[in-house]
């Protein structure tokens, strides 16, 4: 059965302080699509990268990173020299191409961060 | 610009009321999806439609209903067969609704039931 867990519920750092929120998944596919959403306070989710399951390259933009691991099943973000404007809850999500190829993404629990002044 | 807009933002219901949320998009996107979130949990799929006069139901599909009479549009009809309705709706699309497809998300709807 497909799953996304989110095991850090919140998180709490100080502006400047690196943090990493991890993501791990359950898929029975070989072929599916991870992706990473950020949700502000203003409710709206922000789509912020998607990782295909043969590309295990990690990427890197600006202070956003994320780590693909396939031999663990985990797929973790990390934000450098977090700033207060990075606060929000970020949500981890699969999708599966076996399964209709419906485009029907399954959440993680998301995790809530918050970065302090 | 392109975006999606959901209406209302916060709505109020009496108990055994249907209410009808909006969901309109000019992406031009074949697919569309309606989600419902939880305090303190990630989102579950009610409904997606992947292209005009057809819809299916996701994972939490009951006590709600929808339509897609047009590409733009996929109204959310949440019937009072609907236990606990009170969460935030987002509603998404995507180009082709497959799965490599990110989504766009809407700014939300916080439905309450009084």
């Known amino acids: 059965a497909q799953k996304v867990t989110q095991a850090q519920t919140e998180i709490s750092v100080v502006e400047k302080e690196d943090v990493t929120l991890d993501c791990v998944y359950e898929?029975?596919?070989?072929?599916?699509?991870l992706f990473w959403y950020k949700q502000p306070p203003s409710g709206e989710l922000v789509f912020l990268i998607r990782r295909n399951s043969f590309d295990e390259q990690n990427e890197i933009s600006g202070r956003y990173s994320w780590n693909f691991q396939k031999s663990t099943s985990s797929f973790n973000f990390t934000i450098t020299a977090s700033q207060v404007v990075d606060s929000a809850v970020y949500f981890c999500?699969?999708?599966?191409?076996?399964?209709?190829?419906?485009?029907?993404?399954?959440f993680g629990q998301g995790t809530t961060l918050q970065v302090k002044p | 610009d392109g975006g999606i807009t959901q209406s209302p933002k916060y709505l109020f219901r009496k108990e055994g009321q249907n209410v009808t949320l909006s969901c309109e998009q000019n992406l031009n996107h074949d697919a569309m999806y309606w989600y419902r979130q939880d305090p303190g949990q990630g989102l579950r799929l009610i409904y997606y439609s992947q292209i005009v006069n057809d819809f299916q139901k996701g994972d939490i599909a009951e006590g709600y209903s929808v339509s897609r009479e047009k590409k733009e549009s996929f109204p959310l009809t949440v019937t009072s067969a609907q236990k606990n309705p009170t969460a935030f709706y987002l509603c998404a699309s995507s180009k082709e609704g497959l799965s490599y497809n990110e989504q766009f998300f809407g700014p939300g709807t916080r439905l309450t039931v009084l």
């Open positions: 898929t029975r596919d070989t072929t599916y699509y």
């Open positions: 999500a699969l999708s599966e191409a076996r399964s209709g190829n419906t485009g029907k993404l399954i």
